[in-house]
């Protein structure tokens, strides 16, 4: 079982970042906030609303408040970078064609990106795709946007870029947000709360500072990142019994 007794608050307005190693569970949670893998047990509330108990009308009217930028940007390659902006809004049939073109130019503009509309995500680099998925992200003006890993693969001056500009989004849009990530520098700079996963349950929740000095040993091990420590014991003690 992934996500076992999990429970976690995600104030409106702010950005939660949920970190934990690989394999706990982190992406799966942000795909059941959106309803794309249902638990087998428990309660999602959207504004007081369980989505587990919805059909898939309902669901489908609850998604459209989300947007999400995908670890690895996921444009399409077939599409430029216009088209991939566009896409949810002509998707959704939001605007007339004129205006897309007017939306696509300004989400752009908001991710620091102007004039690229015509080149395609081959062309682009991993930092200015990363912006692009922003861009096609925000693009619907949803009010809860979704962080999968959005710094993994930038480099240190890049990675900084995209923090500034969720913090931005943040600020200017008023979304909520919940960032997936393992990035810690990035987690305490964009963060509102941080919420620690392990084993399937949500073992801290609390401010940057509040986690940066944490007496559980756990959360010390993760975020302070040393090899030694209760996270690491089981899997030493296998090494050891396979290895006699």
Same mark, same amino acid.
């Given at each position: 079982? %992934? ?11 702010? $950005? &939660? /970042? %949920?970190? =934990? ?18 638990? @087998? ?13 919805? @059909? ?5 009217? %609850?998604?459209?408040?989300? =947007? ?15 088209? $991939?902006?566009?896409? /949810? ?13 007017? %939306? ?6 908001? /991710? ?9 995500? +081959? ?19 949803? @009010? ?6 959005? &710094? ?11 923090? @500034? ?43 940057? *500072?509040?986690?940066? &000095?944490?007496? $559980? ?9 040393? +090899? ?8 030493? *003690? ?7």
């Amino acid at each position: 079982m %992934v996500l076992d007794g999990l429970e976690l608050t995600v104030p409106r307005g702010k $950005n &939660t /970042v %949920v970190i =934990g190693g690989s394999g706990t569970g982190k992406s799966v949670l942000i795909k059941c906030a959106v309803g794309l893998l249902r638990p @087998d047990a428990g309660e999602i509330r959207i504004d007081g609303q369980d989505i587990l108990r919805m @059909d898939e009308r309902e669901l489908v009217r %609850v998604r459209r408040r989300f =947007g999400m930028l995908f670890q690895g940007a996921a444009l399409f390659d077939s599409m430029d970078v216009g088209e $991939n902006v566009a896409f /949810v809004l002509r998707r959704l049939k939001m605007y007339p064609e004129a205006q897309i073109r007017e %939306v696509v130019e300004e989400k752009l503009s908001m /991710v620091g990106l102007r004039d690229i509309q015509r080149l395609m995500p +081959a062309e682009l680099s991993g930092g200015m795709k990363k912006r692009v998925g922003l861009a096609r992200a925000i693009a619907s003006e949803p @009010d809860i946007l979704l962080y999968d890993e959005p &710094t993994t693969g930038l480099d240190p001056i890049m990675a900084d870029v995209i923090n @500034d500009l969720i913090i931005s989004l943040r600020e200017t849009l008023g979304v909520t947000s919940i960032t997936i990530t393992h990035d810690m520098a990035s987690a305490y700079k964009i963060a509102d709360q941080i919420a620690m996963l392990y084993k399937g349950k949500i073992v801290e929740v609390g401010t940057p *500072e509040e986690i940066r &000095t944490t007496s $559980n040993p756990v959360v010390a091990q993760f975020v302070q990142g040393r +090899a030694h420590g209760p996270i690491t014991d089981e899997s030493e *003690e296998f090494v050891r019994f396979v290895n006699r």
